[in-house]
């Protein structure tokens, strides 16, 4: 079993950044890929970023590349989203999950953490 907690979310205006973490407990998440991914009330979950267990390879969704970067350390069970020049669409619950490497499964989800930005 893995935890994840996700910390960092809150309210910034409209250009401003953030950096979400994501914190694991129980198995080891250096065999996992991680991926963040947002959802807003009413609309389906949708896909943010992923890394490889690794950390070597990097997904994201074409409308944030440029906006968004993962990173991992796995030292540190931790996996983080730096977000830069936030805008209002951007404001959703985040939530991280941990998956197979393989595929584009994830086998363990966090609770959230909301975003706000603010115009």
């Known amino acids: 079993q893995v935890q994840l907690v996700e910390s960092g979310g809150g309210l910034v205006q409209a250009g401003g950044s953030l950096r979400l973490s994501c914190a694991a407990s129980?198995?080891?998440?250096?065999?996992?890929?991680m991926g963040w991914f947002r959802q807003v009330p009413g609309k389906e979950r949708e896909f943010v970023a992923r890394i490889s267990s690794s950390g070597g390879s990097t997904y994201y969704a074409d409308s944030l590349k440029g906006r968004f970067t993962i990173s991992r350390d796995n030292a540190k069970s931790t996996v983080w989203l730096q977000m830069i020049g936030l805008k209002p669409e951007d404001t959703a619950v985040y939530y991280c999950?941990?998956?197979?490497?393989?595929?584009?499964?994830?086998?363990?989800w966090g609770q959230g953490t909301q975003v706000t930005v603010s115009s």
């Open positions: 129980g198995r080891t998440i250096s065999n996992y890929a």
């Open positions: 999950a941990a998956g197979s490497n393989l595929n584009t499964r994830y086998d363990y």
